[in-house]
């Protein structure tokens, strides 16, 4: 995945170990897949969340080897509520579109595993707390 302007576009093309029906791709891994997309967007708006909610709407047949387009974006942001949106494209074929809503919190959410975080996450959110 790479940072374009507000949005976040990459690739995946998923294999065997993430199959449903013989040749298709499972839903939850679609939806993993998605999480991660629009998880990614918390980078952009640099405000670390959580998701709260998701729904994917599985809107086209997604196989197994075929690499799908992926695209997200933060569609609003009201308060703690971080809007997200996002696409998984075959080509010109729409396979699945993403809601959620990611829930704004201090990186000291993470503190709780007693593993260390990552030095890198220790600016951030400074602009949205600015
Ligand atoms: C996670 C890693 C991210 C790291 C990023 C790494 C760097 C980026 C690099 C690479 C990107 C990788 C991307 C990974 C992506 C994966 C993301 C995940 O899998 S996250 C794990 C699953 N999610 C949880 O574990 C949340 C568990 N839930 C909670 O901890 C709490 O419920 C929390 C923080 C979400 C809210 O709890 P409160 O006590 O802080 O706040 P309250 O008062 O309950 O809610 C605040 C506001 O949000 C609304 N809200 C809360 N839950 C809602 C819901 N389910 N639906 C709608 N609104 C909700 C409420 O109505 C309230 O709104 P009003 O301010 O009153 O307007």
Redesign the pocket.
Known sequence: ?RFEGDRVRGTVTFDERHGGAPGFVHGGALAAVM??????V??IIDR??????MTVDYRGPALLGRQLRLEAWCEEI????LHMRGEIHDGDTLIAEGRA???H?DVS??EASGHPL?AS?QD?GATANA
């Open positions: 995945m999480d991660d997309l629009l998880g990614n918390l980078i670390p969340g959580v998701t709260a909610t009201d308060g703690r509520k809503i990611f829930i919190v959410h993470w990552p996450w951030w």
